[in-house]
């Protein structure tokens, strides 16, 4: 059996990535572009897992990513990730996205993506991931959820 590295809290791998939307990040409707925030959204999560692993990952799934409220040209994007789950060699981020009006400070949570990264070794092969800790109730409820939601990707195959 490998030497398997210890648990490691979730505090241990959050992340949080900042951005002005500028005229360059608008669609035709003059709000951000939604590709533009998913794309946002697999940095901020793979930086997360990389943190947890130390290692390289790769993105493996996107949960749905639904847009409740649009992002404005000239809002703060902000993005908060930590893993949420870890199996033998994946992780998943949870990744909260949040905009907020720089003038006034006015911020919306505008969607919640979650997202699956396979840890690799030097050679680019899947490779093991430290164990998650939970440290609080609301963290084991977090990770009981995640869990579930790695079930029923597992049952789609």
């Known amino acids: 059996m490998p030497n398997l590295p210890d648990p490691k809290p979730i505090r241990a791998s959050r992340v ?13 409707l003059g709000t951000v572009h939604g590709g533009l925030i998913m794309k946002l959204a697999d940095e901020a999560g793979a930086l997360a897992c990389m943190r947890h692993a130390q290692k390289k990952v790769v993105t493996v799934a996107i949960d749905s990513m639904t847009f409740r409220q649009p992002i404005r040209i000239g809002d703060l994007i902000i993005l908060n990730a930590e893993v949420a789950y870890t199996g033998r060699t994946s992780l998943e981020a949870e990744v909260e996205v949040i905009a907020e009006n720089p003038i006034t400070g006015e911020r919306t949570h505008t969607n919640t993506a979650y997202l699956v990264y396979v840890a690799l070794d030097d ?17 084991k409820l977090k990770m009981e959820k995640a869990k579930e939601r790695q079930k029923r990707r597992l049952e789609q195959k």
């Open 16 to 28: 949080t990535l900042s951005q002005l939307m500028n005229l360059e990040h608008a669609n035709l």
């Open 123 to 139: 050679a680019g092969r899947p490779s093991s991931v430290p164990q998650l800790k939970a440290e609080t109730e609301d963290e």
